[in-house]
């Protein structure tokens, strides 16, 4: 069961802020986000466990509601470095395989 | 440390001519092994998936297979190449915990004409 993210595209001016979220269908272990550059691999982000767990990571941050089984990342005073296509993935067990969102492309201009 | 090769970086390949691509990972041991698509600006489809030697998971059937001969090596094989074959494919490894993060490799670009 693949999550779903919202939205697919956004396009922000640099120093604004933007929220993706991810869902599921399914109860949820664990949510991991990526972020890749055009052309590049997936680099990891950050993970978040079951338990209501929130992360940062410079001006970015995480959050997992696990009633509602959703995460959503945070990126706060974005900067051009920013962009890029953003994936979070769903574990469903410890163990499990990480089935990925379809992704958002985040486009920050000057 | 850990690191995760993966070749060709490359490949352009007729309709019809097998495939075999390889990953290895070194600086751990038994971790489990994932065979990623992406086709052009789209997401990551997870296409084979491995939790230790000669245990392969298929999550999408297709004209592709994968083969974990060693702990730390992973093929991907096709006997004939379709032109919906094309794409960015992508191994990466972790730990098999919920907590451990996936680490990919840099990937194959795969252009079937």
């Known amino acids: 069961q693949q999550p779903v993210q919202s939205p697919q595209a956004v396009i922000l001016r640099e120093g604004e802020d933007a929220v993706i979220n991810c869902s599921s269908s399914k109860a949820l272990y664990s949510v991991h986000w990526y972020r890749q550059k055009h052309g590049e691999a997936p680099v990891f982000l950050m993970i978040l466990l079951k338990g209501g767990e929130q992360k940062g990571h410079d001006k970015i941050s995480a959050s997992f509601n696990e009633k509602k089984q959703q995460s959503s990342l945070y990126l706060t005073a974005s900067q051009l470095s920013y962009s890029g296509t953003y994936f979070c993935?769903?574990?469903?067990?410890?163990?499990?395989?990480?089935?990925f969102g379809q992704g958002t492309e985040l486009s920050v201009k000057p | 440390s850990q690191t995760i090769h993966q070749w060709p970086a490359t490949l352009v390949q007729p309709v019809g001519s097998p495939l075999s691509l390889e990953c290895t990972v070194e600086g751990t041991s038994n971790p489990n092994l994932y065979w990623y698509r992406q086709a052009a600006g789209r997401g990551l489809q997870l296409l084979f998936y491995s939790v230790g030697i000669g245990q392969i998971s298929s999550e999408v059937p297709q004209n592709l297979s994968a083969s974990r001969p060693q702990d730390r090596q992973f093929i991907l094989s096709s006997k004939k190449l379709l032109l919906s074959d094309s794409g960015f494919y992508l191994c990466?490894?972790?730990?098999?915990?919920?907590?451990?993060?996936?680490?990919f490799g840099n990937g194959t670009r795969l252009t079937v004409t």
């Open positions: 990466a490894w972790n730990l098999g915990t919920g907590d451990s993060p996936l680490h």
């Open positions: 993935g769903s574990l469903y067990n410890q163990g499990g395989k990480l089935i």
